[in-house]
Structure formats: structure tokens, C-alpha cells
């Protein structure tokens, strides 16, 4: 199964919830990393961005708004692929140090994040399947 585009918007307590699992995950829980809504303008031609400050280990990821984004984007809005996408930038910066504009560390990040949020996606399917059935058996 190959990850599936779908619109997913969070609130800020949810946003912080999947910020703390994915450092967890990707293992940057000694990064503190502030996750801030801008307007869509604000962000140029972009839907986030990230700006690491590594002497301190601080990060602050600005994603779009979710009202400025446009319903007629090729992808829809998914707030999780693109708080992962701007979390493995962290592990890639001390290699290139440059703001996104190497197209294939672009490539390279979309592919890692497309695949571990997949897994992750069917993991949680798999988990409220098994509940489910607990709920059926057992009431």
C-alpha cells in the first residue's frame, strides 16, 4: 500500500500531539520545535517552511493556515505529511544547510515522509480494527 493523499487539518493541541510523536519517532526529542500558523502570503510559494537554529538545538516550522489553502491544489491539505516533511529537514541540514532548494533532498524528504507517515496510517487503521473487535467480543 503506497501512502494515500487526504486532507487532514489540526488544531493546535493535535498539531502538538503528532509534533511530540514524530520526534519521538525520528528521534529529535532533544530539538525544541515550534509549530506556528502563518498566512498563506507570508510563506511566499510555499505551504511551510522550517528554520533549524542547530547551536541550540531550536527549530520553528511555519505551516499555511489551512484557510489559505486553495481546494484546488493537486494535493489536499495534510498538516501531518507536511509537520514530518519539515521534521526530517533536521536530519538533512547539517548535510546540505541550504533552505529547501536542493531538489533532490526535496525528493528524497517527500519519498521518507510519504513512507513513514503510510505506515504509520496503517498502523492506526490496523489498531482501531483490533479495537473494534475487542469492542464487539468483549462489549
Known amino acids: 500500500m503506497i501512502y494515500q493523499p487526504v486532507k487532514v487539518i489540526l488544531d493546535m493541541e493535535q498539531m502538538e500531539e503528532r ?4 520526534q ?7 530539538w525544541v520545535v515550534e509549530v506556528k500558523f ?5 510563506l511566499g510559494e510555499n505551504i511551510a517552511r522550517i528554520r533549524p537554529y542547530s547551536h541550540n538545538k531550536r527549530a520553528v516550522i511555519s505551516m499555511m493556515a489551512p484557510g ?18 519539515e ?11 541550504d ?8 525528493q528524497a524528504i517527500n519519498a521518507i515522509a510519504e513512507a513513514l507517515l503510510s505506515l504509520e496510517r496503517r ?4 489498531e ?11 462489549g
Not at 123 to 126: E, F, L
Not at 128 to 138: D, G, I, K, M
Request: charged letters at 30%; proline letters at 4%; one cysteine or more.
Open 19 to 22: 509534533l511530540a510523536y514524530w
Open 24 to 30: 519521538k519517532q525520528l528521534r529529535l526529542q532533544d
Open 123 to 126: 498502523r492506526q487503521a490496523a
Open 87 to 97: 521534521l526530517l529537514h533536521l536530519h538533512f541540514w547539517p548535510l546540505t544547510k
Open 99 to 106: 533552505d529547501g532548494e536542493n531538489d533532490a533532498e526535496e
Open 68 to 85: 489559505d489553502y486553495s481546494p484546488h491544489e493537486i494535493l489536499p491539505y495534510d498538516m501531518e505529511r507536511i509537520l514530518l516533511h
Open 128 to 138: 482501531n480494527r483490533c479495537e473494534a473487535v475487542a469492542n464487539r467480543l468483549y
Open 38 to 42: 502563518e498566512r498563506g502570503y507570508e
